[in-house]
């Protein structure tokens, strides 16, 4: 069972940046896959970025080019760096991992096993 929890989150004004971490108990096996998504209250939880095994990323189009995701294998953290913040990305961010995910379907919910509890960003 992996486990999985998220910090970083806060209020921040439009433009601005925050990072977002989230430390894995483990990196490999069951966690080999790791992404980031958001829930607004309501709404669908909709994936943001997704970290493959290679290194490579892939983003939502709504973050492309602000959001950046990454990870520190020796401390199993995983990271969100947000850059250039608007309204419209205010939600709880979550982080997720699996085993494996379907090559086309990277950053749908359905593809993760773990999650964490959720870290509140709001942009104003």
């Known amino acids: 069972h992996v486990q999985l929890v998220e910090s970083g989150g806060g209020s921040v004004q439009a433009g601005g940046s925050l990072r977002l971490s989230c430390v894995a108990s483990?990196?490999?096996?069951?966690?080999?896959?790791m992404a980031w998504f958001r829930q607004v209250s309501g709404k669908e939880r909709e994936g943001v970025a997704h970290?493959?095994?290679?290194?490579?990323?892939y983003y939502a189009e709504s973050v492309r080019g602000r959001f950046t995701i990454s990870q520190n294998t020796a401390k199993n953290t995983l990271y969100l760096q947000m850059n250039n913040l608007e309204p419209e990305d205010t939600a709880m961010y979550y982080c997720?991992?699996?085993?494996?995910?379907?090559?086309?379907?990277?950053?749908?919910?359905?593809?993760?096993?773990?999650w964490g509890q959720g870290t509140q960003v709001t942009v104003s």
């Open positions: 997720a991992a699996a085993r494996t995910v379907y090559a086309g379907d990277v950053l749908g919910k359905n593809q993760y096993e773990y």
């Open positions: 483990e990196f490999t096996g069951n966690a080999r896959y």
């Open positions: 970290l493959d095994t290679d290194g490579s990323a």
